[in-house]
């Protein structure tokens, strides 16, 4: 080289977020991501459907779509159709579904559709980081309703709708985790949609109901999704099968009237999301997503119970938390004088990965002290080295957990 | 249903594109797309391949990212930086590729790296409709620079740039297609490659190199890549296996300095492109990409010629076009009082697809009387009786072709 570099920052467009830093590698104990089991991924089940997919229709990967035109590879669709009927309620036909590039990618679409700079949207207090960041850069305000054991308050929904409706401001929309809430666990039980509809209806404000984790609840049993349960058609859903079978395939859905399928299409100019993701889950799902998905849920149950146990070994009753009803993460609540943010970084220097509070939360001084732990990815093992190194680096950090009887009875195990 | 539909119209951000149409199917002689040959996709290597791969580290696909970091599946990048190296002169390693959801994403996330409403790029005067539209849709202006048989004209280009200077514009890059340009078919020649790679440091305009095609040269022969000739790293590079394995597979990358790769990652919040797609084509390319291309390109070729064949029998010398020196598409001018915007809607009512030349071009008017035709996924059977059933239309439309004597010859062939 004898010239000087060429200088792209000053060609760079405003408000761009902080450059990317070089990724480094997972950290030793990884409890953040929606990351799943490595042992549970059907491995020989994916093989088989793929071979069995391509060699029967191999030859349309050379068609975009797979010449089964924008919306998606068609019988993943015909199959979500059933699923959905079946485990959430919902009447939809294949021509009503948008499979897309995991559910982030929904996000996207819908957000791209509905939202401009300074508009307002309705999140659960607790939430979603990745719908938080969106928001956030797209300029748009949150408001956050707090959570009890059954989901976002509905009287705390209404008195902020009338708020909201008073100072002449129309939410974009109602956006809720109602089964297994994403950080809390909490399922929405089916009154409480009832009511949230009505509130949604009462206040011409749709219902964005992200269902990415339905899947995986312990006991098998959901209520029907929002979704079905609107007469009038104003609730998007999306999911998702990076939880029930992988989340590197990054296929997602979204079901919706045409109205809003058709708008976000004309915004998904990516020529179709991937064919082998699209054809192995439909090949593998058909026959055999209602086995694996209990299987699978089991195996989280247990390692849910592993955390757990780890927690209260090296944190006594300075972690406290309750056991979610499905899901892949617990929400914990650490002493007031933790503070999440800095022990994520002093536990990542010591290899443990965590979601600090704040990040997951529109309350960033509630969250403070409170962190979301994933345990579908780590081993029983390094779930409970993973815990212990955590205790340790919040000791050192924070004074808690203080040493007791049970830290020790767990250090000699 | 007992209440009225919920009604999302007054919800909708401004300046959407309007609504997608319901998709009705593929034309029965569709001469549009970036599709490829149904019979050269490689099925039976890609079963190997995913089987290999799957039962080596299928249980990777429980971590996002395939527990490779955000920049996509490590083995891809190293055969992709293998094969450029071998192929296009560039040097790069693994780190300096971006694996993206095909080719349309490294367009997204270039744009929306550099570009904002009211910036002006240069661009070839026939072009990528997907590069124009979107441009479109960004509010940027786009100055196209004519093209001759070796591709983007440098004194154009020169009197552009000092055109702008003079008016105090820095555009933000010159976008160009060097290798089988898209519609056109050139490729640029090394001298003419030294020439714009001067101009664009003389005006400190970086180049965005799109090499989607480049893969498709029928002698096998390429230039070297822009970007590798660059000394100033001042080359962002694209390609994409759409054109050389399949295009539903949705893989393409990017090859850019870190200063840029960086501000895309943090834009590229999909939490990974697809697994599958990323895993077969690493595990097929690394041992059959250098066998797999030339036999793809001979069938082609051979389409080609069916194509123009079929061109000179059913318009004769209506139809003028020189041919490609690779590709899937041959750029056709029809006599100036053919509208291929109305061809293009008259074609399909008889089942014929076409790209209307006004599309591809920032000239519209010289652009109105051309279009492009994709030969690669048609049969040579549908090619000759998809041209028969155009010059048809075209004749009752607009008059031409005459019925000539090598119109009749044809006929009874």
């Not at 004898?2 to 590698?25: E, I, V």
């Not at 975009?64 to 009447?91: H, M, N, S, T, V």
């Not at 992200?210 to 999704?225: E, I, N, S």
């Not at 944190?315 to 617990?330: D, Q, R, S, V, W």
């Amino acid at each position: 080289m004898t010239s000087a570099l060429f200088d792209f920052g000053p060609l760079l467009a405003a408000g761009l977020p902080p450059p990317a830093a070089k990724w480094t590698g997972l950290a030793k104990f990884s409890f953040i991501g929606g990351n799943n089991d490595p042992e549970q991924v059907p491995v020989d089940g994916l093989i088989a459907a793929l071979t069995a997919a391509l060699q029967r229709e191999g030859k349309t990967l050379a068609t975009y779509g797979l010449a089964g035109g924008p919306q998606g590879y068609r019988p993943l669709r015909e199959f979500l159709a059933a699923k959905l009927g079946r485990d959430a309620g919902i009447a939809a036909t294949a021509d009503d579904i948008l499979i897309v590039s995991g559910s982030l990618q929904a996000l996207d679409l819908v957000n791209h559709t509905l939202l401009q700079r300074g508009d307002t949207v309705i999140v659960e207090q607790e939430t979603y980081q990745g719908a938080l960041t969106r928001l956030g850069r797209l300029g748009v305000s949150t408001v956050g309703i707090p959570l009890d054991r059954d989901g976002m308050r509905m009287d705390a929904l209404a008195s902020t709708l009338a708020e909201l409706r008073g100072g002449g401001v129309r939410p974009k929309y109602i956006y809720t985790i109602p089964t297994v809430q994403n950080p809390t666990g909490t399922i929405m039980p089916e009154a409480r949609r009832a009511e949230l509809l009505r509130l949604s209806q009462e206040h011409g404000v749709p219902i964005f109901e992200d269902d990415c984790y339905a899947d995986l609840v312990w006991d098998g049993q959901r209520p029907p999704a929002i979704h079905a349960m609107a007469v009038n058609g104003g609730v998007i859903h999306i999911g998702s099968f990076s939880k029930s079978i992988a989340p590197a395939l990054r296929v997602g859905f979204i079901v919706a009237p045409w109205e809003m399928l058709s708008r976000m299409l004309a915004l998904k100019t990516d020529a179709g999301s991937g064919a082998l993701e699209q054809m192995a889950l439909a090949e593998y799902c058909a026959p055999h997503f209602a086995t694996h998905v209990p299987k699978l849920t089991r195996g989280l149950r247990v390692k849910l119970d592993v955390l757990m146990e780890a927690l209260n070994a090296q944190f006594g009753t300075t972690a406290e938390f309750e056991a979610p009803k499905g899901g892949i993460f617990l929400w914990v609540k650490l002493p007031d004088n933790v503070d999440t943010l800095k022990l994520c970084q002093a536990a990542l220097a010591a290899g443990v990965a965590i979601n600090p509070g704040p990040e997951w939360s529109t309350n960033k001084v509630d969250a403070a002290s409170r962190l979301r732990l994933c345990f579908a990815n780590p081993s029983s093992e390094q779930i409970r080295e993973g815990v212990a190194v955590l205790a340790d680096v919040c000791r050192r950090e924070f004074g808690v957990p203080v040493r007791i009887a049970n830290v020790e009875r767990a250090a000699r195990a």
